[in-house]
Each structure stands twice: as structure tokens, then as C-alpha cells.
């Protein structure tokens, strides 16, 4: 192999009116041709600024590369006009970015967007470029791309979407391919193709690639090489395989430790503040727990249809079964793990319960109350015992209203306490049980980070001192360092309020860490129900089967 991209002491500093960070702090390290090159590391560790330092899409001010060199065929791109990066980007060096809703232009087809780099770049005719942008979605996999090739992005599930990027990415067959955390939000069966079509796609055009993930199970399924980043510097970097079976330094063994797994279970996750000093870490063994058979939610039939298409007098003729006759009962102070791939209906499922959907059909009673009978007057007061966690925190939250006043706000709805002084300090005891400062009150959501953020979505959940809560893919989006400390601090609040949850993933180590029982939805339906480790140990459906065997392990074959 031979050298495509070198990096040399690259430093890159942000700066504002109230901020200097230092994000790169003279990194090197090279690529070689046809080689899989992993980055890892925690969010803030620089990995993001990296590849986008490579692309030159950094936004300067408030970035500045300060020193180093991008050797890309040994000529610096940072010596290049934007002019001659244009003819780079998308042509020699492609991205694939984590969030594909966000990386494609909502008011135009795929087809039109893939068509256009091949027009750019290859300068290729209408007829032509359309022609190999249908070949390029049959390529990463996409059924009937004649169609989907019209399709707008909305109109194409996760999955495709990603796989509409890669299909862009690869259009002009570029010889390195930047993929950052491109499977981070997608269920483990579809994270398993697409990591699948990577491996098949570099073999067939000998394509360099820079992946990059907080994952290390992820990253050692396609890389052969790795950097750990942490703080802007590379603290590790070798074989994948020699890194992973024996880390030398302490920040690697954290994040490897962090990831739940399904071969150990322990009552706690370790975190890589944990390895900081070097101490052996032992944490006990997770013990099955022991409920009174209280039930405080159960589901009968419960069913939620969408029409998809209507007659002309507005009877719907066609309608899709978003949950379709699901029953099951969670007792009181347990966790039950909802999973299943995208579109299965968990969300949905959890929405319904909670009212927060109109059901079509079926039940659903807290302890002996019908939540689907009552009027709309009870069901408010009945919200006070019920609340949910979104899985974007940053959505979930109001940026014009500071963490203080969107905690204090159920409480201001519900009534809760006599005076403001009263709520206030109401506010400043949950940030600090969630792990936070008091004295960031007066913050608004984007000064703090994503698991900040989290924690701030969770305070304002047990403001008022809820029994039930809907977790919906609530640590999905986080690094696995903050996913472990979210983790954890669930499980404490559970602890100590005796809290009841229904925590949907599609992340099934993750599930079983957490859960008592778990039920496995596929089409609307639930096609297994079980006690956690007899699940996973004795799983009954072909389905069960193919989603755990998707589960992204370290390994080095």
C-alpha cells in the first residue's frame, strides 16, 4: 500500500468574543490507499473537526486552522483556492454526515441530487447522470430504484436516506470516503448493512475510508487501524486489534468498558472517569429484582392505525397498522425494554399509552383507571403521574427559555407549590439530582453539552414527581461515556422514587442492561415477551434471533 493522506501537527483553535478552545492540538497520522482508518473517541474529543478539517468545511471565523498540513497526493490542501477545493469535494474526498435528514436538500428528488455531483464532477449529460444514479441506488441496496430515484428525502426511511448518502458519496468513485458516525441513529440490523455495503464497496473500488464513531464495536467491524481522541489530541493509535485486546492507556480501556455488553451484566456501568487513576474496576453482578405484582400499566389490544389514502369521500380505503392489537402488562417499579427495528411501532406504542396519540382501538389503564375513557380534564391531572423523554434533547427543550423555566414549567401547569422561591428551589435540588450545578439555573440549552442536555430533559420529567416514564430512545444520540452516566442515573432515580419505565431502543445491549422484561415489536406487533436474560439467552422468534445476531460485538475477524 502507498500513502494517500498525510496529516501533519494539524492544530485548530475556535475563537469568539467569550471562547478560545484549543480543538486540535497538532495531530498527525496518515491513510494509506485502500486502507480503513477508525476514529474514536468521546463528543468534544475532536473527531468531527478532524473530517471537517480534511473537506475544508470548517466555518472560518469561528475556526482557524493555525499550523499543519494536509497532504492529500502530497500536495497541501491547505494551500488550495475554494475554488480548486470545489473540484475535490465530492470527486476525490466524499462525506458521509450522521444525521442523512439534515445532509439532504428537503425541496429536491435523490435522484436530482445525485445527478447533480455526476453532472459537476464528470460532467455527464441529464439522461446520463440519471441513468447512473439509478444504478448507484440498485448498488447500496435500495429496492426499485427506478421509483425511488423521484422519491424525496421525507418520503425514504432512515436506512434508505443513509443509503442515498453513500450512494452520493461513492457517485464519483472519490479514493477517500469520509464517514462520520454514518450508523450512529440507525437500528443494529440496518447498521449491520450498511457497514456490510462500506466493507463491499471499498473492496470493489479499493477506496480509502475514515470512519468515524464513539462506537468501538462499530469501528472494529470495519477498521483496521484506529486513533482514540481525547481533548483534541491522539492519545492511542495501532492495529485495531492489538488496541482493543490490550489498550495501554487508561482513556481506552474506559470507553471500551462503558459499552454495555450481553456476555457480562452488572448492576452499574463503569465510566471512564472510573479508569482515570488507573484502579481495578469492580462493579457487582446484576441481580434479578424482586416486584409485589402490582401492575401499574396495562395494555389491552391496543391499536394505532394511519390512513394512507382516502376515497373521494374521504373514507380512508388504505391504512397502515402502526401497533396492531398489542397487550402486555409492566409492574410497578420495573423496567420493561421496548425493541425492534425503525417503523416497527415503538414509538408510536409509547406515545398511545401516554394519550399523547389517539388510539384506534384497545386500552390502556393505569393501576384501574382507563386512560383511553376519561375525559380530557382527568387526563391532565392524570399527566402529573406520567411523563416521557424524547430522544433530542436539544428539540425537546425551548432555546428561548432557560433550563430553569422549562423545569419549572409542569410544575407552573400542574400547580405545584405555593410560591416561586418555593419552585426555584425545587429546581435547583432536581439539577443537582440529575448530576448537575445548581447555579446553571439561568443557562439556556445551548450552552451545555448533549448529555447535559439529557439530564436537563430528565429533571424536567420528575419535576413533578411523576410514577411512570416513557424513555424513547433517550440515550440513542449520546457518546458511550454519557450513555453509561445516563444509564446509571436512571437507574438510580428508579431506585429512589421507585419509578416505573417503559425504555424503547433499538440498542439491544443497552435494553437489556436496564430492563426487567423486554418485548420485541416487529410490524406493529409484539412477537416476544419475556424476562430479560431468559430473552436473550432463549430467544423463541426467527426475528429475536436476527436482531441479536446483528448486536455489533468487538471482534477482529
Known amino acids: 500500500m502507498s500513502n494517500l493522506l498525510s496529516i501533519k501537527n494539524l492544530c485548530v483553535h ?61 500536495e497541501d490542501l491547505l494551500k488550495k483556492s475554494e475554488k480548486q477545493m470545489r473540484k475535490v469535494r465530492g470527486n476525490q474526498i466524499s462525506m458521509i454526515f450522521q444525521e442523512p435528514m439534515t445532509s439532504l436538500n428537503p425541496v429536491f428528488t435523490i435522484g436530482y441530487q445525485i445527478d447533480e455531483a455526476l453532472i459537476l464532477h464528470q460532467n455527464m449529460s441529464q439522461k446520463i447522470a440519471r441513468e447512473k444514479s439509478i444504478e448507484l441506488l440498485n448498488q447500496v441496496g435500495i429496492v426499485g430504484p427506478k421509483e425511488r430515484v423521484n422519491s424525496y428525502p421525507h418520503e425514504l426511511s432512515g436506512g434508505q436516506r443513509q443509503r442515498a448518502l453513500i450512494a452520493m458519496a461513492i457517485a464519483c468513485k472519490p479514493q477517500l470516503l469520509i464517514a ?12 449491520k448493512q450498511i457497514l456490510q455495503l462500506l466493507k463491499k464497496i471499498q473492496q470493489e473500488m479499493n477506496m480509502s475510508i475514515l470512519f468515524i464513531s464513539h462506537d468501538l464495536a462499530v469501528i472494529s467491524q470495519i477498521a483496521q487501524r484506529v486513533l482514540v481522541m481525547q481533548k483534541g489530541e491522539i492519545v492511542e493509535e495501532g492495529l485495531t486489534s492489538k488496541i482493543f485486546k490490550n489498550p495501554k492507556k487508561n482513556y481506552t480501556k474506559g470507553l471500551i468498558a462503558c459499552r454495555p455488553t450481553l456476555e457480562i451484566q452488572t448492576s452499574r456501568l463503569p465510566m471512564i472517569s472510573d479508569f482515570q487513576e488507573g484502579k481495578e474496576i469492580k462493579l457487582p453482578l446484576k441481580e434479578k429484582k424482586e ?32 401497533v396492531d392489537k398489542v397487550s402486555f402488562e409492566v409492574e410497578k417499579g420495573s423496567t420493561l425494554g421496548l425493541v425492534g427495528e425503525s417503523g416497527c411501532g415503538k414509538t408510536t406504542l409509547g406515545r398511545t399509552i401516554l394519550q399523547l396519540t389517539q388510539s384506534s382501538g384497545g386500552d390502556v389503564f393505569y393501576k384501574d383507571i382507563n386512560l383511553s375513557k376519561i375525559s380530557k380534564r382527568k387526563l391532565k391531572l392524570m399527566r402529573r403521574k ?33 410560591s416561586k422561591t418555593e419552585r426555584v428551589e425545587r429546581v435547583e ?3 443537582e439530582q440529575v448530576g448537575l450545578k445548581k447555579d446553571m439555573i439561568h443557562r439556556y440549552p445551548h450552552e451545555f453539552s448533549g448529555g447535559q442536555r439529557q439530564r436537563i430533559c430528565i429533571a424536567r420529567a420528575i419535576s413533578i414527581k411523576p410514577e411512570f416514564i416513557v424513555c424513547d430512545e433517550s440515550v440513542s444520540s449520546l457518546d458511550v461515556s454519557i450513555q453509561a452516566q445516563i444509564l446509571n442515573l436512571l437507574k438510580d432515580l428508579q431506585e ?19 430492563s426487567d422484561k423486554v418485548a420485541v415489536m416487529k410490524e406493529g406487533k409484539i412477537v416476544e415477551y419475556k424476562d430479560s436474560n431468559e430473552l436473550y439467552t432463549r430467544p423463541e422468534n426467527p426475528y429475536t434471533h436476527k436482531l441479536l445476531e446483528s448486536i455489533p460485538s468487538i471482534s477482529f475477524s
Not at 499550523?67 to 502530497?74: S, T
Not at 462520520?180 to 443494529?188: G, K, M, N, R, S
Open 14 to 74: 475556535f475563537k469568539t468574543q467569550d471562547l478560545y478552545v484549543k480543538a486540535l492540538k497538532g495531530i498527525s497520522f496518515s491513510i494509506e490507499k485502500g486502507e480503513s482508518l477508525g476514529v474514536v473517541g468521546e463528543s468534544g474529543s475532536g473527531k468531527s473537526v478532524t473530517a471537517l478539517s480534511l473537506m475544508r468545511l470548517l466555518a472560518q471565523p469561528p475556526a482557524e486552522i493555525t499550523q499543519g498540513e494536509i497532504l492529500f497526493h502530497k
Open 386 to 418: 406520567m411523563q416521557i423523554i424524547f430522544q433530542d434533547p436539544y428539540a425537546s427543550l425551548n432555546p428561548r427559555m432557560t433550563v430553569g423555566s422549562s423545569i419549572m414549567e409542569p410544575m407552573l401547569i400542574h400547580n405545584l407549590y405555593s
Open 180 to 191: 462520520d458516525e454514518p450508523t450512529t441513529a440507525l437500528d443494529v440490523t440496518i447498521q
Open 291 to 322: 416486584f409485589k405484582g402490582e401492575i401499574l400499566i396495562k395494555v389491552v389490544n391496543l391499536s394505532k392505525h394511519f390512513p394512507l389514502k382516502k376515497s373521494f369521500f374521504g373514507k380512508s380505503v388504505s391504512i397502515i397498522k402502526a
Open 496 to 514: 429512589k422514587l421507585n419509578l416505573t419505565y417503559i425504555f424503547i431502543s433499538h440498542d439491544l445491549a443497552v435494553v437489556k442492561f436496564i
Open 429 to 431: 435540588y432536581l439539577l
